[in-house]
């Protein structure tokens, strides 16, 4: 049975938890697979979004859907990287959550995701929510209800 405590919890809006847009590294529709390579290195992140030129959330990237797509029969084909846009290779299958959207949604999402996507009401990007972040405001309510 869930306490009235974690009813509380289960209910807030995640706007609070979301890290902000400016700070989530991303790549654009049209860029080349070769700068989202640099991107995904250097930030080390496993995957970032991809959004369009007026900030809509468009798809996400991985390396693994770089590697696959210059991936040839007997070798890698690093000279296609420059070649290749983004929006040709990237996931548009996303986990989306909005901005008014409560802490049990998020709760739900984080289990098949490691983050969730996070748009406004006009479903501008605004930012992401990640599992680290979901299970850290879980750990504190635990130890807070547990003394
Ligand atoms: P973390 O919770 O920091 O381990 O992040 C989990 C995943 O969320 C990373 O591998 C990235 O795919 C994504 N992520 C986290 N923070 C950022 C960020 N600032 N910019 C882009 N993607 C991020």
Redesign the pocket.
């Known amino acids: 049975m869930i306490s009235t405590n974690s009813k509380d919890l289960l209910a807030m809006p995640i706007s609070e938890f979301v ?1 902000s847009s400016e ?4 790549v654009q529709i049209g860029n080349s697979a070769e700068h989202a390579l640099l991107v995904l290195t250097r ?1 080390g ?5 991809v959004l369009d030129l007026k900030y809509r959330l468009q798809g996400l990237l991985s390396m693994k859907m770089i590697t696959e797509a210059i991936l040839g029969l007997e070798h890698i084909e690093y000279e296609k990287l420059p070649d290749i846009k983004v929006d040709t290779i990237m996931d548009k299958n996303i986990a989306v959550i909005k901005l008014k959207d409560t802490f049990q949604r998020a709760l739900d999402l984080v289990i098949n995701h ?2 969730l996507c996070v748009v406004d009401e006009e479903g501008t990007f605004a930012g ?1 929510l ?4 979901i299970l850290k405001q879980l750990k504190k309510y635990i130890y807070k209800t547990e003394k």
């Open positions: 890290i700070k989530v590294a991303h930030t992140y496993s995957s970032i979004p490691a983050f992401i990640t599992r680290r972040v």
